[in-house]
């Protein structure tokens, strides 16, 4: 079982930027893939950004604006934000995918909110 624990997550103005980060802890040995989607209000949650060994992988519309980077050593994956918008404001989860995509984790969320 793997544990994720959010944090980075907050309130900023249009044009700024955050780092979110996500750790995760348990049995991290079978860890494939992490990422990060979000779900805005009254919408349903949607893929924001994935890294593998090998890949990542952008949701079309955020590329450039979004990095996504993973520390292995540290089994933690991290979301540069910059140039937030409005649009941008979301809960943020984080999401591990075991080997195989036997196994999938979900972080309890942290709140992104972008003023104008």
């Known amino acids: 079982q793997v544990q994720l624990v959010e944090s980075g997550g907050g309130l900023v103005q249009a044009g700024g930027s955050l780092r979110l980060s996500c750790a995760a802890s348990?049995?991290?040995?079978?860890?494939?893939?992490m990422g990060w989607y979000r779900q805005a209000p009254g919408k349903q949650r949607e893929l924001v950004a994935t890294i593998s060994s090998g890949s990542t992988n952008y949701e079309d519309s955020e590329e450039g604006r979004f990095t996504i980077s993973r520390d292995n050593a540290k089994n933690t994956v991290y979301l540069q934000m910059n140039s937030l918008r409005p649009e941008d404001t979301a809960i943020y989860y984080c999401n591990v995918v075991m080997r195989w995509g036997l196994r999938s984790y979900w972080g309890q969320g942290t709140q992104v909110t972008v003023s104008s």
């Open positions: 348990g049995s991290t040995f079978s860890i494939n893939t």
